[in-house]
């Protein structure tokens, strides 16, 4: 007989599991609102033109993708962006600015999978659209600091290193460089970090070596580390556009300052981010021991709704994955152990005592209490073993003789102490229990 099993790289939550997961969502969905981003859906399946037009024929590779029943070439999501530039591009005319979106959605690539990664993921996703300056960006890594700190995650766990793509074109600008070879330079930093020198062979392929001098800077620029060093730096070049820049520079880290969380947040030009489409700063969450994948990433993407179809829109966004995330809460010991317990268990006598129990259950449970009771007729005995087992606070006991006198025995299940209450009142009491009533 064949033994059916989840295809590779996808995830099974059974019970506990999804309780879990459940629990990271809903703490995000607290934190979006307390910033006033409203929650958007869209469809799992998207045209595979979408994804293209974003990223290019070579992202096929890395997706799920097949013709339709109507030859449609389409795909399972491997992102949200594409998808959020599409709707807020439809309706853009009639948003209020600043849109103000997040979703937590299921996501799918067919890539190699690793620790914290698989094919099957999910995702918080935030994006601010319409506003240009960094006040955006203050807003999104704000929350993004906030995502995380809702776990009891503190600066001794996580920090978040941010660069800016505009600033590295505007300074190799400055050195030279045309705009291929800006964007040359720009790939080999973005891997630097991994394979060190060897990150500007592609460069070297395409273009040639690098002019020593420039490659000289390069490497210096990308130990900055501090705002001071980067005003140091660029002070030395001036020009309009890196004085505009750096003016940037100064108001985003004033406001993360002034919101207390400078000590979060690190300067890192070695971050750049690897897709293209980034226009602005950008910027990653990592732990602090170094032990995992990146937490979350975004960045400004001011060119992406207009790409798509959609008017001129600036918009900066991040991401968080749930995969890496609750990795590093299990690590840390903040992952909750979440059995959902009834808080009434009810113990029932025969048919007609089980007849009578029915009405307060349903009424309890509309009251909003979980309540749990056998499906079959079991012994008096077995039954207040389950219930001491089952993690609920309160027992109440229909035998026969409680029914004839029309009340109900009430067991507090942490003291075992028992008193009657008349059943009209079961739901009143079961309330002036839990609120100390």
Avoid at 17 to 31: E, G, K, P, S, V
Avoid at 224 to 242: C, D, F, N, V
Avoid at 343 to 359: K, L, P, Q, S, T
Wanted: aromatic share 12%.
């Amino acid at each position: 007989m064949a033994t059916f099993q989840s295809l590779p790289g996808f995830r099974e939550f059974y019970p506990e599991d999804f309780a879990r997961r459940n629990h990271i969502f809903r703490l995000w969905r607290q934190t979006a609102s307390t910033f006033g981003f409203a929650e958007y859906d869209a469809p799992v399946l998207e045209p595979l033109e979408l994804y293209k037009a974003k990223s290019g024929e070579e992202i096929e590779a890395q997706l799920f993708s097949f013709t339709d029943k109507g030859g449609r070439e389409v795909a399972l999501r491997p992102e949200m962006t594409p998808t959020v530039c599409r709707l807020v591009g439809a309706k853009a005319s009639a948003l209020k600015r600043a849109i103000k979106w997040f979703s937590i959605a299921e996501f799918y690539r067919y890539e190699r999978m690793q620790k914290g990664r698989g094919r099957c993921f999910s995702q918080f996703n935030a994006d601010i659209f319409g506003e240009p300056g960094p006040e955006a960006e203050t807003e999104l890594i704000a929350m993004l600091v906030q995502c995380l700190a809702a776990f009891g995650l503190t600066e001794q766990d996580f920090y978040v290193r941010l660069s800016d793509r505009n600033l590295w074109f505007y300074y190799l600008e400055a050195l030279g460089l045309d705009e291929p070879r800006i964007r040359g330079v720009l790939g080999a930093v973005d891997r630097f970090e991994k394979y060190g020198e060897e990150a500007f062979k592609g460069y070297t392929e395409q273009f040639g070596p690098l002019d020593d001098g420039v490659k000289i800077k390069v490497l210096a620029f990308l130990t900055i580390k501090s705002l001071a060093a980067l005003e140091h730096t660029l002070g030395s070049i001036g020009g309009e556009k890196l004085t505009a820049r750096l003016a940037d520079w100064k108001k985003l880290l004033g406001n993360l300052e002034a919101m207390g969380l400078a000590r979060f947040v690190e300067v890192d030009l070695g971050v750049v981010r690897g897709l293209a489409y980034y226009t602005g700063f950008v910027f990653e969450a990592f732990d602090r021991k170094g032990e995992l994948r990146a937490l979350a990433g975004g960045g400004r993407y001011d060119d992406l709704v207009q790409k798509l179809g959609g008017p001129a829109l600036p918009a900066v966004g991040f991401a968080i994955g749930d995969m890496t995330f609750a990795l590093l809460l299990e690590q840390r010991g903040l992952m909750p152990t979440l059995v959902q317990v009834p808080d009434v268990y009810c113990v029932i006598g025969g048919a007609a005592e089980r007849h009578a129990a029915f009405g307060d259950i349903h009424a309890l449970r509309a009251a909003g209490y979980r309540v749990d009771y056998p499906l079959k007729e079991v012994a008096f005995g077995k039954q207040f073993k389950v219930a001491a087992e089952s993690g609920a606070k309160i027992a109440l006991l229909y035998g026969g003789d409680e029914i004839a006198k029309g009340v109900v025995k009430l067991r507090d299940l942490t003291d075992r102490s028992e008193r009657e209450v008349p059943r009209a009142d079961v739901v009143a009491t079961v309330r002036d229990f839990f609120t100390g009533g």
